[in-house]
Structure formats: structure tokens, C-alpha cells
């Protein structure tokens, strides 16, 4: 199919109760770039019908100055029906993606509403009412992943006549509004679909499954691989409510709460992080007290081990040196007896005792400076000064065994 000797169809990509849709390329263009027809089956063929298909056309040429909107190419009629010439979108739309990645989480959702709610507000501000918004005609542009709303084939003119008038029903099952199914379609009709949309992209199940005609409510919250903001949540309700006056009657509203429940996640996430980054130098404190308590500890328990090695090994270390010393003392004390008795002719018995004295003062001032350096090291250690006090502390006991059996060596040689 060929038409205005300009746009040949390359395949049919859609039909439904409007028609069909075809992809096709712009022949008289460069490079042939690709395009939508949409072609629209009536068989009226009156001037009143060949005026509303031309105010129709103007409305579509309007909406398609929107980024996230197909632009309006063109339009013809001739014998085979009305055609509309559309901008063909390069991506995949939403229906295929879940199929491919899975069950949106709340930031695709939040994302999504953000980026279709004021193209929701643009198309209202026009008059004009989707009727047929559902994950398949949602595409995400493979240029710039953007959200493009598309097939605008069921679009009603929202006057007030319109609105007035019950008319046929038009929309996909499941994601129609109750009021829209009964055929008096409002602008929170397509608020409900939308919302709809999220939900079944939430849970990856169908409609019709996330609501309980015996309860006469919702339950998708039952559905969800992973649960969502209560912040979110409430708004998804009143996008689905089925009272028309409990559900939001306009995207801006719908969006006011969107944008206030992120600001609230937000800030909460900021108080929580103010919050973590007071906590951490106290937290880091506690650690170091642990850290140095279990030091302490250690070193402690290193200075008890220490200790009660010393005390077999000082003795063993004694019973070797003591006779080394006792004899070398003996020595020396004879040597210091003939020097002085020659000098002053003194009694031996008078200078063994002088030197018996000496030893005695010599060796307490000994276990007294090593019974000091002792405590000094256990408190010091308690205090978790660091490891070297405990083996100062090995030293000293060992310098006090030895020290205490040569005095006791001296004394009774």
C-alpha cells in the first residue's frame, strides 16, 4: 500500500477497533526514514464525519509538538478510508520490557509517573482524553530512553457536551475505569489506567488478579517482590480508586504528591545519613576503647604468663649462677678481709659482719627497686601503655629472684 505516492507500508504492526497500523517509510525522503499510518475504519462518509476526522487530525498535529508524543506527519482520505501519518519511535514499549527485565522496583515507577504524569497535564490541557494508556502504549525511545506515549487512535474530545454524554466503551480490559467501562470517560479515567499501568508493571501480574471482587478492593500490595514506600503507596491508590471523588482528578495533583513523598524520602535519607555521620566519630571512639581495653587485657594476661614463667625459670637461672656468685663473693670478701686486717688489724669476725651488713643494705635496696619497677609495670600495663612494660617487668622479676638468692648466698657463705 502506497499513499499520496509518498508513504509505503513495510508491515501491519497493530489493529484494533479503530483500524489499523502500519509500518511504513517516507519515500520521497532521503534515506526513505520511517513513519506510522494509521488508518481509520468508517463507513460513514458524510461532511460531518469528514470534519470531525479533520479536527481530529489538527488535535493530533497539536499533541505532536509534545517530545513525548509521536509528531504529526500528515493526513489523507481518499476511497480506502482516513489515514493519519504519524512519527515512528525507535524503542520497545513497557509490555515487552517487563517481559525482558522483570518486575519494575519503586524508582522505575517513580520514574515513569514523574515522566508521564505532565504528559498526562499537556494532553488534558488540550481537551483531549488518552482512553487506552497501558504498558504496550508506552514505548521507551531507544535515542534517549524518554517515555513516549503513543496511539492516540482512541483520544476522545473532552468538552463539556462530551463529557456529558454517555458513548460507546473504549479501552483495554483491566485498565479501563470503572466509569469509563459504563462509557462516561473523565480526565481521571486516564489517571486510573496509568495507575494501573504501575501496578501491573509493580507485580508483573495481570489486572484483573491484583483486585478482590470479594472484598471489593485492591490487594497488589500481596503481589510485590519487594514492598515499596508507604508514600508511594498512597498515591498509587488514589490513582486507582474506583470512586471517581476519592481518585485524583488532575496529573498536576497527582504529581504535587509524587514529588512531595520523593522530597520526604529524600530528606529522610539525608536525616539518616546526618544522623550516621554524627554516630561516627562516637562510634569510632567505642572502638577504640575496645581495641585499647582488649590490649590492656591481653598485655595483662601476656604480664601474668610472663610472671609465672619467670618464676621456674629464675630459679633454674639462680641454682646455675648463685654458686658463680656465692664463690665470687667469697672470694671477694676474702680479699677485702687481708687488705683490711693487715691495715688495721680488725677481728674477722668484726669484718664479716661489716660486710655481711653491706650486702644485706646492697640487696634490700635491690628487691626494693625491683619490687617498684614490679608494680610500676603492672600499673602501666592496666593503663595499656604497651607491651615492652610486661617484658620490663620479665627482667625485673628475674633481676629480684637473682638478686634475692645471691643476697642468701652472700649472707650464709
Request: with cysteine; aromatic share 8%; proline share 3%.
Amino acid at each position: 500500500m502506497i499513499l499520496s505516492q509518498r508513504y509505503r507500508a513495510i508491515a501491519r504492526i497493530g489493529q484494533g477497533g479503530f483500524g489499523r497500523t502500519y509500518l511504513a517509510e517516507d519515500i520521497s525522503l532521503p534515506n526513505s526514514p520511517r513513519c506510522v499510518i494509521k488508518q481509520f475504519v468508517s463507513t460513514d462518509r458524510s461532511q460531518t464525519a469528514n470534519k470531525l476526522f479533520e479536527e481530529e487530525a489538527r488535535r493530533l498535529k497539536e499533541l505532536g509538538t509534545h517530545p513525548q508524543i509521536p509528531s504529526f506527519i500528515d493526513y489523507i482520505e481518499q476511497s480506502s478510508g482516513r489515514y493519519i501519518v504519524q512519527e515512528y519511535i525507535n524503542g520497545r514499549n513497557l509490555e515487552a520490557e517487563l517481559l525482558e527485565t522483570g518486575a519494575f522496583n519503586e524508582t522505575k515507577i517513580c520514574d515513569l509517573l514523574i515522566a508521564l504524569l505532565p504528559v498526562l497535564e499537556f494532553i488534558h490541557s488540550h481537551q483531549v482524553i488518552h482512553r487506552d494508556i497501558k504498558p504496550a502504549n508506552i514505548i521507551r525511545r531507544q535515542s534517549d530512553c524518554s517515555l513516549v506515549l503513543v496511539d492516540f487512535g482512541a483520544a476522545k474530545r473532552a468538552t463539556q457536551t462530551e463529557l456529558a454524554k454517555t458513548g460507546t466503551t473504549i479501552g483495554s480490559a483491566g485498565y479501563a475505569a470503572p466509569e469509563q467501562v459504563s462509557g462516561k470517560v473523565t480526565f481521571a479515567s486516564d489517571l486510573y489506567s496509568l495507575g494501573v499501568t504501575c501496578l501491573h508493571l509493580l507485580t508483573q501480574v495481570e489486572p484483573f488478579d491484583l483486585y478482590s471482587y470479594g472484598e471489593d478492593e485492591w490487594v497488589w500490595q500481596d503481589f510485590l517482590p519487594q514492598p515499596v514506600s508507604p508514600e508511594l503507596e498512597r498515591v498509587l491508590n488514589r490513582l486507582v480508586a474506583k470512586a471517581t471523588t476519592k481518585r485524583y482528578l488532575l496529573a498536576a495533583d497527582a504529581l504535587a504528591d509524587l514529588n512531595a513523598a520523593i522530597l520526604h524520602q529524600h530528606n529522610q535519607i539525608s536525616n539518616d545519613s546526618v544522623v550516621n555521620v554524627d554516630a561516627q566519630p562516637v562510634a569510632l571512639e567505642k572502638a577504640i576503647a575496645r581495641q585499647i581495653e582488649k590490649r590492656r587485657n591481653l598485655n595483662f594476661n601476656l604480664l601474668v604468663k610472663a610472671t609465672v614463667l619467670s618464676v621456674p625459670l629464675g630459679v633454674v637461672l639462680v641454682v646455675f649462677i648463685a654458686p658463680v656468685f656465692s664463690r665470687l663473693s667469697a672470694r671477694v670478701n676474702g680479699i677485702l678481709r687481708d687488705l683490711v686486717q693487715q691495715s688495721n688489724n680488725v677481728d674477722d669476725v668484726v669484718v664479716h659482719g661489716i660486710f655481711t651488713k653491706v650486702f644485706s643494705i646492697f640487696g634490700t635496696v635491690v628487691i626494693a627497686s625491683t619490687l617498684f619497677s614490679l608494680f610500676d609495670a603492672m600499673n602501666r600495663i592496666r593503663r595499656g601503655e604497651g607491651f615492652e612494660n610486661a617484658m620490663s617487668l620479665l627482667v625485673g622479676h628475674l633481676v629480684f629472684i637473682a638478686s634475692g638468692w645471691v643476697l642468701i648466698s652472700v649472707i650464709f657463705s
